[in-house]
């Protein structure tokens, strides 16, 4: 990030954190999603849950097995275990399963759980591992099939998208204009900002990540998912509009009782989770424009390739 920006616009009650949850494949929908909403439910907590809508072909990853640093990454958060050997072979040696689109039910209860839905993507691998060389109309269809199959579940187009993989560029920020979106959270980042892009202010405000995630940090500076969300806790309470990613296959899963005890602490610390729509709407009513920033790429710790971010 730059060192010449302002200080980050301060939160009048600073008493929100924003929980974004990630659906990548199809065993996350099936059981990570119920258990979710199963956490969030006890703690009278909401999100916003970005669905993978087409095929999971997270057995793709099997091919970054080649790349330096993939292996140990596997080996940190124990790949097979978290996610099964059913969704890491998926769409390698066996067919690829659809994601939320073969899950209309669970999908729907997200929104009447009090939840937000939006799109993360159509088909996830190939977004994250090939944005950069898609022809420009590849990236339109991945962001239009994304939009129709959320419209055939929920009966009403999308507000909002955040790419996999915190992967976007040009071409996607200036499609999403087009969707008629409240907003995205396609990038990390510190607080919410409009992009700006070939010297145009964007329409679409930014709902950056802020904090880091479980599977960056698991395995590198913290010995246990307990201790990593103690950390997380600290750095959200410094932080005036923390966004926290999780994901459905991880704290929807075998770490389910780590995400239960995160969100008491937060509560008992006197912060409240909400929508990604729910903080942006409490940033607009500070009456502070939100700032508009160049979107550019950097590198987070333990996460392989570049993520988007502004500059
Ligand atoms: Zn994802």
């Not at 929980?19 to 703690?43: E, K, N, Q």
């Not at 793709?60 to 940190?76: I, Q, S």
């Not at 396609?186 to 990540?209: K, M, N, S």
């Not at 920033?293 to 500059?311: A, C, F, K, N, T």
């Amino acid at each position: 990030m730059a060192g010449d920006r302002p200080g980050v616009h301060p939160a009048p009650d600073g008493r929100l954190l924003g929980l974004r949850i990630d659906v990548d494949t199809h065993d996350g929908m099936r059981d990570g999603v119920p258990s979710l909403l199963a956490t969030l439910a006890r703690h009278k907590a909401r999100g916003t849950f970005y669905l993978s809508m087409g095929p999971d072909r997270s057995g793709l990853a099997v091919r970054n097995l080649l790349r330096p640093g993939f292996l140990a990454k596997m080996r940190r958060t124990r790949a097979a275990r978290l996610y099964g050997w059913r969704t890491v072979l998926s769409g390698t040696l066996l067919p690829a399963r659809p994601i939320a689109t073969a899950f209309p039910v669970i999908a729907r209860r997200i929104v009447e759980e009090g939840h937000e839905a939006g799109v993360h993507a159509w088909d996830h691998r190939r977004w994250q591992d090939s944005l950069p060389r898609l022809p420009a109309c590849e990236v339109v269809s991945q962001l239009d099939r994304g939009r129709e199959a959320f419209d055939r579940i929920f009966g009403t187009p999308p507000k909002t998208y955040a790419a996999p993989a915190w992967l976007t560029d040009e071409r996607a920020l200036a499609h999403q204009e087009k969707l008629g979106l409240t907003y995205a959270s396609d990038c990390r980042g510190e607080e919410p900002f409009l992009p700006v892009i070939a010297g145009r202010t964007l329409r679409t405000p930014q709902v950056p990540t802020t904090l880091p995630t479980l599977d960056e940090a698991l395995g590198g500076r913290f010995e246990s998912a307990g201790a990593y969300f103690d950390a997380v806790l600290a750095q959200a309470l410094l932080q005036p509009w923390p966004v926290l990613t999780i994901h459905a296959e991880t704290e929807g899963g075998p770490y389910a009782a780590d995400l239960d005890t995160f969100l008491g602490k937060a509560t008992r610390a006197g912060r409240r989770s909400v929508t990604l729509g729910e903080l942006l709407a409490a940033r607009l009513a500070t009456g502070t424009p939100l700032p508009a920033w160049q979107m550019g790429y950097g590198e987070i710790d333990g996460r392989h390739g570049r993520v988007s971010q502004p500059l």
